[in-house]
């Protein structure tokens, strides 16, 4: 049986590689590698045109025109990731039984459409089967899409692999690490998990959605695969875990041993790391063993929102926590936390009170902005038009909010002014 597995290309208002791969489909690439299944790999995000800092960089772009529901938006709309050219020249040679199409974030379906529209034309007999975020959250928006023969989410594993005809467990699979050097010529950097799914419920997060199956690899497995990879050159790690220090004792273990290597390299938590389960020593291990600018999650300070939102942590969590950090060594401006922009309701007079708070801690403010994720308890809130996945992309939210867009970019230039401070 012959493969070919596509990543498919970023339309959106602005998009740049931060740490991009998409690590469930490398993973599931490597199961069907493991059951003797050749597979061609094309990702669309591979060339970037800048090298930035810790392996991330700027992608090539494009000007498209916009889709209609996004015409007021005054701000170019594109194409990130290789030209058309460079996508036909490499499916040149290729004869698939299937083609596999993952997908990210769910504004992004139209790089699905352009991709299916390219393959189907050239491998008219080939299956095309979808998978992956925005399949699994808007699976009935995906099974729309023209020339698309099945739709996957990612609760549906078990008739994604008997389609293939290949045996399968959840064990396995979710025990697999991905074969990077298999899919890619060059590496900037090395995504990793060392856990699947997440112990909390939280209203704005589809989490349990994505990840319906909670694992844990052995630390000595993760260990080495750091170690491999650091070996080759490899100096950026990227820890996608959404609960990374929940098991504390996991994670001492883990880090002794990677302390122990004494290896010259950074990870980095864009997945927020949880204070709540720091402890001394955890906090000294992070800085050891080269944490750079770890991300911690906080999202509010209000306590009634924190209640409702999963009471992850709360204020006297987060004053603990960054105590920690600054005595295992971590100093101001050092580490980031968390604040969520621009959810129903929010008052921002509150919000810049939760960061000069976080400032006077000693702690740069990281703003996420909210858009609303189908799936998510939160969602539920938001008219029907919203079903349209074009309109839950954060960059542009806060353009259907007219009355608070100035207050957003105010609240974004205070928290840069504060953050300059530290």
């Not at 709309?77 to 290789?82: H, L, Q, S, W």
């Not at 204070?275 to 770890?294: V, Y």
């Not at 050092?334 to 309701?345: K, N, T």
């Amino acid at each position: 049986m012959n493969i070919l597995a596509i990543n498919p290309w970023i339309y959106d208002f602005a998009a740049y590689d931060f740490w991009l791969k998409p690590y469930g489909f490398l993973v599931i690439l490597s199961y069907l590698k493991n059951k003797g299944i050749h597979v061609d790999y094309i990702d669309c995000l591979e060339k970037k045109v800048t090298q930035g800092t810790f392996g991330r960089g700027k992608y090539e772009s494009v000007i498209v025109p916009k889709p209609d529901v996004l015409k007021s938006i005054p701000r170019y709309f594109k194409r990130y990731g290789i030209s058309l050219e460079d996508f036909k020249a490499h499916l040149e040679g290729k004869n698939p039984d299937y083609i596999l199409i993952t997908s990210s974030m769910t504004y992004w379906y139209p790089g699905i459409i352009e991709a299916v529209g390219i393959i189907k034309e050239r491998f008219p007999q080939a299956k095309i089967i979808l998978g992956g975020t925005y399949a699994t959250l808007c699976a009935e928006h995906a099974q729309k899409i023209s020339a698309i023969d099945f739709v996957f989410t990612n609760n549906c594993l078990d008739d994604f692999f008997k389609t293939l005809n290949v045996s399968f467990d959840y064990q396995s699979l979710y025990s697999t690490l991905p074969y990077y050097d298999d899919f890619y010529p060059k590496l900037d950097y090395v995504v990793l998990r060392t856990s699947w799914g997440c112990p909390f419920d939280c209203d704005y997060c589809a989490i349990k959605k994505l990840f319906p199956h909670s694992l844990r690899l052995p630390y000595e497995r993760i260990a080495e695969f750091i170690l491999m990879h650091s070996s080759r050159g490899i100096k950026d790690f990227v820890l996608y875990d959404d609960a990374f220090l929940y098991e504390p004792e996991y994670v001492k273990k883990l880090l002794r041993e990677i302390a122990r290597r004494k290896l010259n390299i950074l990870f980095h938590t864009p997945n927020a790391l949880h204070l709540r389960f720091l402890d001394e020593e955890i906090a000294s291990l992070l800085k050891e063993t080269g944490f750079t600018n770890p991300h911690f999650g906080l999202e509010t300070l209000n306590p009634a929102l924190q209640k409702i939102w999963g009471d992850k942590v709360n204020r006297e969590d987060l004053i603990k926590g960054i105590a920690l950090l600054k005595k295992g060594g971590f100093i101001n401006g050092e580490f980031s936390v968390y604040l969520l922009l621009g959810y129903p309701g929010q008052n921002l007079a509150d919000l810049k009170q939760d960061a000069d708070f976080l400032n006077s801690l000693g702690a740069k403010v990281s703003l996420a902005e909210f858009s609303p994720v189908p799936g998510t308890k939160i969602f539920k809130e938001y008219p029907q038009e919203f079903s349209e996945p074009l309109l839950h992309n954060n960059s542009i939210f806060g353009f259907f909010q007219k009355d608070k867009i100035q207050n957003f970019w105010e609240i974004k230039n205070y928290v840069r002014g504060l953050n300059k401070k530290l």
